[in-house]
């Protein structure tokens, strides 16, 4: 009896079957949208310059060469770099408001671990090994966990680490040398970080070159000092891709004067050192022990490119706290395979007791029967499904029939929500002053009835302007020249802040118009009439905003 033809049903369950990255991205990417982690993509207040921007570029169909959103600095030179992520935002904030907003935050970041954790594995790390150093790497990159640009340069940093290991797998297809260039074009449009993609191609290239200057094989030496070349090559047209900007070589010139100016660099608290105090940086400091222990433990030579990566890696975390979340990635794809070698090999080894060479010997054994079965699952239908469903239902409001499903919005308890809108509806179209934190978050609710004295762009405003707004909101002898050298005619401060105290005390200039737990409004020589638009409201009983362990946005000075 001739054999039965194979059924195409397991195939079909196959492909309807989640795998644990399926399940790992659903859970992130709805712990975001609506879940633990919703909180996070709204919590840095320049989201809402980027959101007008974006709308801003796509109704005049034109990037902004000066800045249209501040009285201090309006029709000055802005460089919008990230004018294609911006315009991004402007379309999903047209269709699905706030809610499109962190539907893009939500499905890069759960797309980018869910990259790194089957990088992982097929980079032979055990399944259980895997997850967890997922788990430290995304612990980590809760300090900046924020709808903005830089979750791009995550994505491409990844992007260009597999890339890289690819090429060093002979024979390297030849599409993949113009991966970098093209790819730059894009990136150069999106972010900043594009920095450290040339950073990270450069290690690859200085590696290369090493290692065929020290290599004995005459063909080995050849091969490896050709593929330096190339990679040199390579490096050169992605730096020129970066030219592929609307501002050309200008905009290398304005982020290395940005960059290299240290009196910024020294209190913009993104770019200092972690403290190790939150729980992002003791996740950080634990994968640092934990390459220290996989590298000190190793049995076999780690190759020179990926120490070279891992002092890169740990080399930028350390220098600054915006850095951690792609230091992280790289370093648990380079220390997992090293760290499940090593405990593979305890089944081996003849000195271990005998009941953890049973235990490594059995949970190796589960972990590779898991993971053939994991990388074997390539439908992804339920991420899919998830991700489209998801954006549905930001484009009806976040409803789901009559139940809100998804209700994305800034913080109440931590920025000005209250007091904005106080000022929207009274009267009066002057310049506000406030808090550089909170400057993105007055753009995105007053713009363009009212300008900011000064938000969180730093590198607009320059080290000289951030100096006096540093005297004045410290209170530092001569504060008051620079409240009447800005002309500033209202302002919003945190309510316990130093400047709002002091104004406390001129009742005679200063009067209060709108005052709560979070924020304070005060206006110059109120008149009668005004009083009556904007009545002075009781103290509310809102709670203290709670300030948990993550770096604060690059505002809050």
């Known amino acids: ?190 972010h900043g970080g594009w920095i450290f993609g040339l950073a990270l191609l450069g290690t690859y290239a200085l590696a290369a070159l090493l290692e065929g200057l020290r290599t004995a094989d005459p063909f080995a030496r050849i091969r490896t000092l050709k593929r330096a070349r190339v990679l040199g090559w ?141 990388l074997q699952l390539h439908g992804h239908l339920w991420p899919v499904v998830t991700v489209i469903a998801a954006l549905a239902i930001c484009m009806q409001g976040g409803r789901l029939g009559t139940r809100q499903v998804i209700q994305a919005q800034f913080d109440p308890l931590k920025l000005p929500v209250a007091a904005a809108g106080t000022l929207q509806r009274g009267p009066g179209a002057e310049p506000v002053f406030s808090s550089d934190a909170w400057g993105g978050y007055l753009i995105y609710r007053l713009y363009p009835e009212r300008k900011v004295v000064l938000d969180d762009r730093h590198d607009l405003y320059g080290s000289a302007r951030i100096r006096q707004y540093l005297i004045l909101v410290q209170a530092e002898p001569g504060w008051e020249k620079v409240l009447e050298k800005w002309q500033i005619q209202t302002a919003l401060l945190p309510a316990r802040s130093t400047l709002a105290n002091l104004l406390r005390e001129l009742p005679q200039e200063w009067h209060p118009v709108y005052e709560d737990n979070v924020a304070i409004v005060f206006k110059k020589e109120f008149k009668k009439e005004a009083r009556e638009d904007f009545p002075l409201k009781p103290q509310r009983s809102l709670p203290s905003p709670v300030r948990g362990g993550r770096a604060r946005g690059p505002g809050e000075i």
């Open 234 to 374: 390579v490096l050169v047209w992605s730096a020129l891709a970066t030219l592929v900007n609307p501002y050309g070589w200008r905009m290398h010139v304005h982020i290395y004067r940005y960059l290299n100016d240290r009196y910024l660099m020294d209190r913009i608290v993104e770019f200092q050192s972690p403290d190790f105090h939150g729980w992002a940086q003791r996740c950080f400091g634990a994968i640092l022990l934990l390459v220290l222990v996989g590298f000190a433990g190793h049995r076999r030579a780690v190759p020179l490119r990926h120490l070279l990566i891992a002092l890169l890696a740990v080399y930028a975390g350390l220098y600054s706290s915006r850095n951690l979340p792609v230091s992280s990635m790289l370093l648990v794809l380079i220390v997992g395979p090293i760290l499940w070698d090593s405990f593979v090999s305890l089944a081996e080894k003849p000195g271990c007791w005998t009941w953890m060479r049973a235990w490594a010997g059995r949970i190796s054994s589960f972990s590779e029967r898991m993971c053939a079965q994991e």
């Open 1 to 190: 009896m001739p054999p039965a033809p194979p059924s195409s049903k397991p195939s079909a369950l196959r492909f309807l079957v989640p795998s644990a990255r399926d399940i790992i991205f659903v859970l992130l990417f709805w712990s975001l949208l609506t879940g633990p982690l919703s909180s996070r993509p709204l919590a840095d207040a320049d989201i809402g310059w980027h959101i007008r921007t974006g709308e801003q570029i796509l109704a005049t169909h034109s990037i902004p060469r000066t800045d249209p959103f501040s009285s201090t600095m309006q029709g000055q030179p802005w460089f919008a770099w990230e004018w294609l992520y911006d315009a991004l935002l402007g379309i999903l904030y047209h269709a699905g408001g706030l809610n499109g907003v962190v539907w893009l935050c939500a499905l890069l970041v759960a797309a980018i671990f869910v990259i790194l954790l089957r990088l992982l594995l097929r980079n032979r790390t055990g399944l259980p090994l895997a997850i967890f150093l997922m788990l430290l790497a995304e612990g980590a990159a809760t300090i900046h966990l924020y709808a903005r640009p830089h979750l791009v340069s995550w994505f491409f940093s990844l992007l260009w680490f597999v890339a890289l290991e690819r090429w060093e797998q002979p024979p390297a297809p030849r599409w993949l040398r113009w991966f970098f260039p093209v790819s730059m074009a894009l990136w150069v449009n999106l």
